[in-house]
């Protein structure tokens, strides 16, 4: 009976057409698993794409601080966990710490001056005498401060034409960032949790990659890898590090030279020291604004301080931290940077100026093979001629005549 009845339903007409006793994959295993794979790394990044940011930093402060990482395990005996411990004690209390607080001083410092943007928009304001005693051009940049400035409501109208909104939206976006604190500690938190298992797991996870390296670019991997770590190194120690702390230098002499929002002008310069020649532009405004308001000693002082600092970084610091300076051009450290805050916020000042120097990095290696390649083809001598010696040929046959 049992037998009977499975003969019936094997003859039964199946969904998908009869089954064939040689079934072939419609879909090979290994193009199976690499479906499968991109369809988890595509669900993973939509899932989690709101801790790259964090993640992104975390890589690139563990790279660039690795080499001090490795002399702080040596003087743990090896131990990882005590010794990412210790790194993150000292990052937060020498970094975070320190830019968190010149943030928060910086964010009221601006807070103010919408606030002062706000009033003038309201009832207007005749330009400042230091603007009208700028030589050469002091008199020009009045007459544009009174057309375009001066008057009730100017400042609005400007703040339409350049960002599409009034400036009572602006000056409640600013607000709300300056109070997004929470948001900010947050990611913060992230960063250090993955910063402590970049860290603690790092060398493993190092191990791994390179595994998987060797199969995807099995004669490029070791080229990359070396130039990888190298680039956000000098990057991070080269531009960013040295331009926080060209910020704080060069904030600490506008303060004593007497500039409004020193906090705020040493944020700015800090930024502007993350594109070529930008800090020297930075001191150079204020200096003048200092000479055009009266304060000529100050002014000249700020410019000499300047000057002998942007001197001393870049003919001693620089080489000693970077081992020469960094040949990164303008244009693209230019978009890393700007490109970087648009997408990543603060931290995007320091990730998207490494994210530039690595493409441009990565794109020099490539055009470096090409070029050794073909300096390679060059040498090869050409083939020679093949050249059939008389005894080579084949006998010729005589053929007689009809």
């Not at 400036?167 to 300056?178: D, N, S, T």
Request: charged content about 10%.
């Amino acid at each position: 009976m049992n037998r009977s009845s499975n003969r019936k339903g094997s003859a039964e007409p199946r969904w998908l057409g009869p089954v064939s006793p040689n079934r072939v994959a419609l879909i090979s295993p290994i193009s199976a698993a690499r479906w499968l794979l991109i369809i988890v790394a595509a669900a993973a990044i939509y899932f989690f794409h709101g801790f790259m940011v964090p993640v992104l930093a975390a890589l690139v402060i563990g790279f660039a601080s690795w080499p001090l990482y490795r002399r702080l395990l040596t003087h743990v005996g090896g131990n990882t966990t005590i010794g990412a411990t210790l790194a993150i004690i000292f990052i937060v209390l020498f970094i975070v710490i320190p830019i968190s607080i010149g943030a928060s001083y910086a964010a009221r410092e601006i807070a103010d001056w919408f606030r002062w943007a706000v009033e003038v928009n309201r009832n207007g304001a005749p330009p400042p005498g230091w603007i009208i005693g700028l030589p050469f051009a002091g008199e020009w940049l009045g007459t544009q401060w009174t057309r375009h400035i001066g008057a009730p409501g100017a400042v609005g109208e400007l703040a339409q034409l350049i960002s599409g909104a009034n400036i009572g939206a602006i000056y409640h976006g600013v607000l709300v960032a300056g109070n997004s604190a929470f948001h900010i500690m947050l990611t913060l938190l992230f960063m250090l949790i993955a910063l402590f298992f970049v860290y603690r797991d790092g060398a493993s996870f190092s191990g791994q990659i390179d595994l998987l390296g060797e199969r995807i670019f099995p004669t490029r991997w070791e080229r990359i890898s070396r130039v990888v770590p190298a680039t956000i190194s000098s990057t991070v120690t080269g531009m960013t590090l040295i331009a926080i702390g060209e910020g704080i230098v060069l904030g600490i002499a506008y303060w004593i030279a007497g500039v409004p929002s020193p906090v705020t002008f040493g944020v700015l310069t800090g930024i502007m020291a993350l594109i070529p020649g930008g800090a020297p532009l930075s001191f150079t405004l204020v200096s003048a604004y200092l000479v055009a308001n009266g304060s000529y000693v100050a002014g000249a002082g700020l410019f000499i301080w300047g000057s002998v600092e942007l001197f001393i970084v870049d003919k001693t610091l620089r080489p000693r931290l970077v081992g020469g300076p960094i040949k990164l051009p303008f244009l693209p450290t230019f978009f890393g940077l700007v490109g970087g805050v648009k997408t990543m916020g603060f931290l995007g000042l320091f990730i998207g100026p490494v994210l530039m120097a690595l493409v441009v990095s990565i794109w020099r290696e490539w055009i470096r093979e090409v070029k050794i390649a073909d300096v390679t083809e060059a040498e090869q001598p050409s083939d020679p001629e093949v050249v059939l010696a008389e005894e080579d040929l084949p006998p010729v046959r005589k053929v007689s005549g009809p």
